[in-house]
Each structure stands twice: as structure tokens, then as C-alpha cells.
């Protein structure tokens, strides 16, 4: 499980702030960061490919979503907050279960681990460059195979909980991937959905080693560019709500 590098609100806070927003507080909001048109889906392979040519597994590197439905940049946070949830399309690898059993063995003994994901909080630099700001636990995927898994804000005591994550304008929402998961959906329009993942070169083959950015401060090239494909996944924020203009204590104007 991934170590936390920043200072967290407690999970019953967002709570509260959520119910606070349900109740009417018309200041904060609940934004789902990467939500476009299209809903995240489980994926699928496309008619007439066989699974052993089907490439909707993601493995060991960090993916950022950088066109949906046209629209360029959809991870990118508009207003600072808390990230409280994230949604992910899972795969079903097959629908006969000892098949199934099989290709999970392989591809746990291939990419070092059964499927897991975390939220990457990215901050974008010049060429393509991103640091980690912030990251999520590990999730283990494996028993939602075939589903769109959301984390809840509150989870049963067997399974790990999401800490809210701190986001600020600017940063980019993006999905790591330490092992593997089947969560792209591909042949997709060229021009309307494109992603990047965490290296520099060999794009055109699954990553022969790590380059999943696992710690908070470290840097990525994400020069490996792949138009007509989706990561499905995203991000549920809680806006931060502003002092009312009535306060008298709050931030002087400059």
C-alpha cells in the first residue's frame, strides 16, 4: 500500500461536506473529474478479435486521459478540493470461469501481481512531464472483474478506504496501475479519445519493467501517446467552499 506524502481531511469530514452539499450548500461541489459524454464502461473486446489479440490490459505504468469525446484535458482539476472517489471500468476476462482462472494466473505471474489500481494526482510540466502530488492506497481489483467499480466514501472494514485526496486548479487526475488491469476500451474515433502512459520509449509493446510512478515528488516523461483508446476511470471532487463575502475575517483583497 502506497504511504501518504500529504496532510489529509479525515474521511468523516467528507462526509459531512457531502451532506452539507445535499442539503443545499450551493458554494461547494461534487464534480466528476474525466466524465465525459460517454459513461465509464466495462471494457470489452472489439467484434471479431480473438483474446489473445484483445489489448485491453493495462500493465506496470501510470496512464493519464488526455482527449474524451473531443474534449482535450478531461482529468484536468478546474477548481481546488478534495478528491473523494474514483470510478473505474473493469473487464471481464471471461465468461467461463475456469478460462477465466487461467488467464488471471498467467497474468499475475507475467506483471508480478493479481490487478490493482490507485488515483494519481498529477502536476503537469513542460514536454509531456508530470510530478506525483499526491496518490491513493492500492486497490485490489480482482473480485470486480467485469463490473464498474466505484469506491464509496464509506467501506465495509474489510477493504481498504480511500483518503481523500487535496487537488488544486490545474492538476491532472490520472490511474496507476502497478501490476495490471483490463480497463481499455481502444479502436475507438483517433480523434476523439487519446491517452499517455508513464514512459519514454518501445510504446508500441507492454512495458518490459515498472514505470508506474508509485512515490509522491517523483517525475515522468509521458511520451508513449495512444490515440483511440480510452482508460476508463474517473475521479469524484468535492470542491472546496469559499469564505462567504459577508465574512469579516476573511482573506483581504489585494
Excluded at 478531461?74 to 475456469?98: I, Q, R, Y
Aim: contains cysteine; hydrophobic residues 40%; positive net charge.
Amino acid at each position: 500500500m502506497v504511504n501518504m506524502k500529504r496532510t489529509f481531511l479525515v474521511i468523516g469530514a467528507v462526509i459531512a461536506l457531502a451532506t452539507a452539499l445535499a442539503a443545499g450548500s450551493a458554494s461547494a461541489q461534487i464534480v466528476e473529474v474525466g466524465a465525459t459524454a460517454t459513461p465509464v464502461v466495462s471494457p470489452t473486446c472489439p467484434a471479431g478479435v480473438s483474446p489473445a489479440n484483445c489489448f485491453i490490459i493495462l500493465t506496470r505504468t501510470t496512464a493519464v486521459q488526455t482527449v474524451s469525446d473531443s474534449v482535450v484535458f478531461p482529468t484536468k482539476v478546474k477548481k481546488a478540493g478534495w478528491l473523494v472517489a474514483f470510478t473505474v471500468g473493469l473487464s471481464k476476462l471471461s465468461t467461463n470461469a475456469k478460462t477465466e482462472k487461467n488467464y488471471l494466473h498467467v497474468l499475475d505471474q507475467a506483471y508480478g501481481g493479481t490487478p490493482q489500481v490507485a488515483l494519481t494526482v498529477l502536476k503537469p510540466g513542460p514536454n509531456n512531464k508530470y510530478t506525483v502530488a499526491a496518490e491513493s492506497p492500492l486497490f485490489h481489483v480482482e473480485p470486480y472483474l467485469g463490473q464498474v467499480f466505484q469506491t464509496p466514501l464509506a467501506l465495509p472494514p474489510t477493504f481498504s478506504a480511500f483518503t481523500p485526496l487535496p487537488v488544486t486548479s490545474g492538476e491532472v487526475i490520472g490511474l496507476t496501475v502497478p501490476t495490471w488491469a483490463p480497463i481499455l476500451s481502444y479502436n475507438l474515433s483517433a480523434s476523439k479519445f487519446a491517452y499517455r502512459q508513464s514512459r519514454m520509449a518501445n510504446c508500441k509493446n507492454a512495458a518490459a519493467a515498472q514505470t508506474a510512478q508509485l512515490t509522491v515528488g517523483a517525475f515522468m516523461n509521458y511520451q508513449c501517446n495512444y490515440t483511440g483508446t480510452r482508460v476508463e476511470y474517473s475521479a469524484t471532487e468535492v470542491t472546496n467552499q469559499p469564505y462567504p463575502k459577508s465574512y469579516v475575517h476573511g482573506p483581504r483583497k489585494p
